[in-house]
């Protein structure tokens, strides 16, 4: 069984930081895409940026300069440092991944999701 758990969301003043991690565990043999999007509230799932096995970078333009992802690929987690942030951040943050099984079966994998609300 894999899964994806997520932890570091909170509460933050605007212009604020905060370091979002995903750690996948389970029968893992590898991990290729690692991402993640958000939710506000009444809007749909979002891009926010990705990262491959080899740490090429992918980010949202609303993001970009702001945020930054990263990956440890021997815990098999993916991070998102989150700086200057703003009001319309706030939104519920969920990590994807691509992920093989020690059968060598591919599935792509979502977490909880961790909730990020940042504040005037």
């Known amino acids: 069984q894999v899964q994806l758990v997520e932890s570091g969301g909170g509460l933050v003043q605007a212009g604020g930081s905060l370091r979002l991690s995903c750690a996948a565990s389970?029968?893992?043999?590898?991990?290729?895409?690692m991402a993640w999007f958000r939710q506000a509230p009444g809007k749909q799932r979002e891009f926010v940026a990705e990262?491959?096995?080899?740490?090429?970078?992918n980010y949202a333009d609303s993001v970009k300069g702001r945020f930054t992802i990263s990956r440890d690929n021997v815990k098999n987690t993916v991070y998102l440092q989150m700086n200057s942030l703003k009001i319309e951040d706030t939104a519920v943050y969920y990590c994807?991944?691509?992920?093989?099984?020690?059968?060598?079966?591919?599935?792509?994998?979502w977490g909880q999701g961790t909730q990020v609300t940042v504040s005037s």
């Open positions: 994807k991944a691509r992920i093989s099984n020690i059968q060598y079966v591919s599935n792509t994998y």
């Open positions: 990262v491959s096995s080899d740490s090429r970078q």
């Open positions: 389970g029968s893992i043999a590898s991990v290729s895409y």
